[in-house]
Structure formats: C-alpha cells, structure tokens
C-alpha cells in the first residue's frame, strides 16, 4: 500500500480541526444516551457505519458517531490530541499496525489497556501473526485486529499465456524473475513497477513484503535492529536481480504505475487483498484479464504467506465512556456476520478467522476470470504468518531502509553493503543495538 504517513503540513490542519471537533465522546448526565465517537477513513468508515446502526438498535442506551476524519489526516490528528493528554481525542480510533506501536511507546496511557475490558478472550479468535502486533511490552493489549491484508500475486492472465508461462510452476522469486524476462522478451511487460528514486519510504512495500515472507522485518521482537539480517541481504538481492535483468519498470511520477497498468505494461501487482476490490475500480476494462495467487516464496522451501499490514480498532486512554466503546468494539470486530457485512460496506479483509466461512469468501469473481480470488488470501492465512514488529522507530527505518533501496536501484549498490550502512546508521539514530 501507499506510505500513509502524512505532510508535516497536515499537523496544522488536524490542530485547526481539534478545536472544532471538541471533546471526544462525552455526554452530559441524565441528558440520553452514552454517544461515543469513532475516528476512522473512507472506505473502511462506510462499513463501520453500516454496522453501528444494527449496534444501535441492539444497544439503546448507546449512539455511535463514525468520522471519516481521512487517511493520512487522522494520524496528525491522533497524535496531536494524544500530546494535548487525549483532549479532543475520539473515544474509538481506528489505527494501522505501522502507528500503534508509536503510541504505545511514546504515550503512556493514551490508548486504554484493553484487558481490563475483556479482551484477552478474544486472543485466538484472529489470523495468526495479529495479536502480537497489538500487544505492548507490558503485556496489556491496546487494540483488537480488524482489518488484516496478507500479500498476493495479481497477473495478467492473458500476458502470460501469450508468453506461455504457467504460472503454477513460479514457485520461487527466482522462477519469477526467469518468468518476468521471457514476459519482457514477448509481450513487452515488466514484471513490477517500483518507484526507484523514491526517497523517504514512499516504495518499500515489495521490499517490506519479501521480509515479511522470511518472518523478518526492520526490527525484531526485542527491538534490534535486523536491517542487514540474512533475509533482508536476500529481499534487497532479489530486487537487484530484478532492475539488472530490465524487469522492473520506474513508476516514478504521478499516474505512471496506473498508465503501465492501463496499456499493459506490468504483468504483476504484488499487492495485498485490498487489490481484489481496487484494481477492478481502478481498470473495469481489464475484466477478465487478472487472477491472484499467493506469491512466490523468497527462498526455495519458505513461506508464500505474508501479513503486509494491518489495521484495528483502539479506545482512548481519556475516553469517559470506555466500557460501551468496548462493546461497539467487540460487537464489530468478533461476531462473524456483522465482520462480513462490513467488509461488504467497507472492503476491509477481515481479522476475524471465524468471518471466512461466509460463502462470500469463496465465490466466484467474473473480474478475475470467476476465480474465487478472497479465497486465496484465506489459504494464505490458514498457513499462519508471522508477526511483524513495527517499533515506534518505523518512520525512521522507512526512510533509511528507502535511501538504501535508491542507491541499490539507481547506483548498483551491493545489497548487503547498502543494508550494512543503512543498519548502523538505524542504530546510531535509534540508539538501539544491531542484532547479531
């Protein structure tokens, strides 16, 4: 997905915003019913809305306000009311994996802890790989999984027949790169598209991706720096053998990916489930042409599964009415029928591993050639994923780990040369330890 982290401008606006907005769920005694607030985005918003109103009805005593506040507007907005000591602050935030972790760390108490409320009994009841990742160093958790993306592999079908490629036989990265020469030798596609010179984190999903696969990240569980790690030397080497092979194209510039996809440029999008509901809005002329399966493993024997990202659904640490925004929580988050209504609302892949008996995740798609594209990411999921430790340093990784691909893209760099320099500057700025 798209780097969400917003603009340093975007702080300026939110603090405007905070005025207007005022308090987050409160209401006045003996004037009705507990209102709460819900801070989140379009179009994950619409499904919490869709269900809020069914919450209503079942809970009379409690009125739900969603806020499609906007991504990336509402992490500026967050963080400022959580710096102002939760003043202003939505009584539920709905927060991306890459976040939470930030404020757990940076604000003690901002989020509330979860456990007090019930929430440890729903620890099993999500994709494997989740419950971590909402789980502080204390051990409380501050959040409950909602939306989960596992990665996938969407190919144009018909370019790789007119290629005759069978694409079940792409086992590993390094099949695809075989596959991806003949693809440019043929039909004149590349394999991928990355924005080589970005700077600042803006492309690093593939890269983030092939870590991911090895159960490996920027960070690992006790919070070294495992930048230059085995798996990451493999992910940045694999993506070299890519670029020198003419396989990837530059989609630096606003609309390139979109105008390569549109003409048919790029036979493989590397993205995640969200793709199954995007490239069909994005390109409804190319119905038929695209199918989806789990992507190829970034070493000969390893995982084909990857939990990308995440998002959840927190309360406030200030929140005056925690106990009912738990209920609206736990009520949208664990019963499977009111998960599957809003992701048919709001196109949110579900957590919640009870949610994907639903016939919906098994039927046919005329977009992908009536594949039942959903459910390759629930086999993807059944075969369990590692948690991924994001750290409240994310940003900072971003950014470094993005300079080092550039250099690799763009000067040749070798790989473990490039993740050497770029992991012991993380750790200098970070002032944590280099693993291993």
Request: charged share 20%; proline share 6%.
């Amino acid at each position: 997905m798209i780097n969400r982290r917003g603009a340093l401008a975007l702080a300026l606006t939110a603090t405007l915003a905070l005025a207007a907005c005022g308090g987050g769920g409160a209401s006045e005694k003996g004037s009705g019913p507990v209102k709460i607030t819900v801070w989140s985005w379009k179009p994950a918003s619409d499904g919490l809305a869709a269900v809020a109103k069914d919450f209503e009805q079942t809970h009379p005593g409690i009125k739900v306000d969603v806020q499609a506040v906007g991504n990336p507007a509402i992490w500026d907005k967050i963080t400022i009311a959580m710096a102002a000591g939760g003043k202003g602050l939505a009584d539920v935030l709905h927060i991306g994996v890459d976040y939470l972790p930030g404020y757990m760390d940076k604000f003690p108490g901002g989020l509330a802890d979860l456990r007090k409320l019930g929430a440890d009994s729903y620890k099993d009841a999500f994709a494997e790989g989740l419950w971590p990742t909402v789980t502080g160093k204390d051990g409380g958790v501050y959040a409950m999984p909602w939306e989960v993306n596992p990665v996938g592999f969407f190919y144009r079908a018909d370019l790789f027949r007119k290629a005759g490629i069978d694409p079940e036989k792409i086992q590993t990265w390094d099949d695809a790169i075989e596959a991806g020469k003949t693809l440019k030798e043929k039909t004149g596609a590349f394999l991928i598209g990355l924005n080589k010179p970005a700077a600042g984190g803006a492309d690093m999903d593939f890269f983030q991706s092939l870590l991911q696969q090895q159960g490996a990240f920027y960070f690992n569980q006790q919070g070294e720096v495992t930048l230059s790690s085995s798996p990451a030397v493999q992910a940045m080497t694999l993506i070299k053998k890519m670029n020198d092979a003419g396989i990837v194209a530059d989609t630096s510039g606003e609309n390139t990916a979109k105008q390569l996809i549109s003409g048919g440029k790029l036979a493989v999008l590397p993205w995640a489930a969200w793709a199954v509901s995007y490239i069909p809005e994005m390109r409804p002329e190319q119905k038929g042409l695209w199918r989806v399966m789990q992507p190829p493993a970034a070493t000969a024997g390893g995982k084909r599964t990857a939990i990308v990202n995440s998002t959840h659904l927190s309360i406030s640490g200030t929140s005056p009415h925690q106990s009912e925004a738990f209920k609206f929580v736990e009520y949208a988050l664990t019963k499977p029928g009111v998960v599957t209504k809003a992701f048919k609302e709001g196109g949110v892949f579900p957590a919640l591993t009870e949610a994907y008996s639903d016939p919906a995740f098994a039927a046919p798609q005329p977009y992908f050639g009536d594949q039942p594209a959903l459910k390759t990411f629930v086999d993807a999921l059944t075969e369990g994923a590692d948690a991924t430790y994001y750290s409240g340093d994310y940003a900072r990784a971003l950014k470094i780990a993005s300079d080092a691909q550039t250099k690799v893209l763009l000067k040749g760099a070798d790989p473990a040369a490039a993740l050497t320099e770029a992991a012991t500057l993380l750790a200098q700025q970070t002032n944590r330890k280099l693993a291993g």
